[in-house]
Structure formats: C-alpha cells, structure tokens
C-alpha cells in the first residue's frame, strides 16, 4: 500500500514504516518548523494514506488542514489535540510539567531520551517489548533541532479548527498512554466528520509496538476500506 509515515517528537523517522514495508518516511525534523516542513510534505500530496504517531499525528493534521496533504486515509496513534492542557482543554498535559521536561530536554539531553523512553513504554503490559523495541532519532541530542519542535508542541492547538475536510480517519490510542491522555483522541473522535475511534487497553503510548500484529492488520484494513 502506498503510505506516508510521520513519526514521534526524537523518535527514528521510520519508527512506523518499520511495520509497514513499502511505507515512505518524511522526517520533519530536517526543517525547522511545521510551516517549512510544508514545503517538503507536499511532494507527498497525493500520497492515498498517511499514518501518524504522536507529534507526527499533529503535524499531518496541520498539513491536511492547509490543503498540503490530501489522503483519502488517514490513521493517527497516540495524536495530541493540544499538548499541554488550559482553561478550554483539561486533559493534557500539566505546564508546569511541560516546562519541566522542556528544561530537562534541554540540559541533559542523553539523560532525557532514557527517561522519555521510560514513558513512552509506561503502563504498557508489554513493558519489556516496547523498551526493547524503541529506538531513537540519530540527532536526538541536538537540542537546536528538536526543541523548537517541542516550543511548537506546547504552542499549538487544534481546537476550533475546520475538520469538515478531513478524510476517514482511525484513531489509536493506548488506554495507559502516560504522554498523551487518551481524553485527546477522544477530542479528535468528536471533532473529525469521519472517525472511528479505538482504544487498546494496556497499551501505552506506542501502541504500534504494544501489538505490531495487529496494528498492521489494522492499517491495512483501514487503507483498503
């Protein structure tokens, strides 16, 4: 099948083709915010499906609604609605929290990508295999890369925005997720004209590695619906 991948925020950009063969991969941490990334994405215009983890899910989001990517499909896993919660979203991200990590990042970068595997795999009961299976963007540790990928994480919101455009979409969320509450797909459920909406229990934020089996049988079914 003819799929666009967009990975997680310092995760390795073909963390999802890996369980996709034939899957393109766009690594949006070669430019420097979501709006050149668009400059890049659109040689993938025509792209029929795209699927999108976290951060990745985000940016997919903002590409489709500028009209850069047109899919007929699109999947989102663990995607956030808004990252870091306030008055209007609550489920999300504490500030306080997020300025934490966001200094940790930027101070102790080696130290930091240990621990941000730590939460990706939390809550998960296939703890032990999604650690294993979790690897990292080579430039993880180049913080002038992937901080003002994160700045924008904590800046943005999709709430109000036009979903009426948007494609069929399947919606993957772990239950455990310890990064992006599964309140937020839930947000996206409500807001996308064409969404179906699962929840795994005992997956974390990576459900793609909680159970590779049955996300790819699930991609595939979605892609060929």
Excluded at 94 to 117: G, L, M, W
Aim: proline share 8%; net charge neutral.
């Amino acid at each position: 099948m003819h799929t666009l991948t967009l990975s997680g925020w310092t995760q390795p950009s073909d963390a999802l083709a890996r369980h996709l063969p034939g899957a393109e991969v766009f690594d949006y941490s070669d430019y420097p915010d979501a709006q050149a990334s668009f400059t890049g994405l659109a040689d993938f215009a025509q792209v029929p499906h795209v699927v999108a983890w976290s951060m990745g899910g985000q940016l997919a989001l903002l590409a489709i609604l500028a009209g850069i990517l047109k899919p007929r499909r699109l999947t989102l896993i663990a995607a956030p609605y808004q990252f870091v919660a306030d008055a209007k979203v609550k489920e999300a991200m504490d500030p306080v929290t997020f300025a934490q990590f966001r200094a940790n990042y930027a101070q102790h970068p080696t130290r930091s990508k240990t621990r941000f595997h730590a939460l990706i795999a939390k809550g998960d009961k296939h703890h032990a295999r999604v650690m294993a299976a979790l690897g990292h963007h080579p430039a993880i540790e180049h913080t002038p890369r992937w901080l003002p990928w994160l700045d924008a994480l904590g800046r943005a919101s999709l709430h109000g925005s036009d979903f009426s455009a948007l494609p069929p979409t399947l919606l993957i969320h772990g239950e455990n997720d310890a990064i992006v509450p599964c309140a937020q797909s839930n947000y996206l459920a409500n807001a996308l004209p064409h969404a179906r909406l699962e929840l795994w229990p005992g997956a974390g934020h990576a459900p793609h590695l909680h159970d590779p089996v049955t996300f790819h049988e699930r991609i595939h079914t979605h892609h060929v619906y």
